[in-house]
Structures are given as C-alpha cells and as structure tokens.
C-alpha cells in the first residue's frame, strides 16, 4: 500500500506501509489500511477477485486532513509468479 503526496511545485513525498487488515469475504480478498503524514490521513480498502481468466481490483480512498495545494497519486500494482 502506497501513496505519493505532491506538495505542489517539484514538492512530493512518498509513504508506503502494509494492510493493516486482510480478510476474505466470499470471493473477495478485502485488505485495509490508514496512512498518514502531516495534515492528512489516507484510509484504504482494495477489494480483489479472480473470476476465469481475469483480476478484479477496486480501491475506495478516503483522504481526512488538509494540505493546501496538495495532490495525491494512488496506484495498485499486481505481480504474477
């Protein structure tokens, strides 16, 4: 889990760390986790399936705080084996 925060101009910083939750939900592998830095806290939930031959991944991103001019960038990588 990773979040890269631009602070405006050539500013950014990343912050990276592990779910804090994994859990399965039928189908769905569920992970959860909170980052914070500063201002602002990031809270996620990625929801992942595997249904045939295609991956499914969908994140909800909450953002509390402020930072004025602020940006973020959120990305889910897969690796296969």
Known sequence: MAVEIHLGGEQSTGIAA???TV???GAVVVGRA???NGKAAFSMEDR???SGGSVSVSRKLTVTGSEPGAGILSAVGLAAP
Do not use: C, F, H, P
């Open 18 to 20: 592990g779910y804090g």
């Open 23 to 25: 859990r399965k939900e």
């Open 34 to 36: 909170t980052l914070s």
């Open 48 to 50: 992942g399936a595997v």
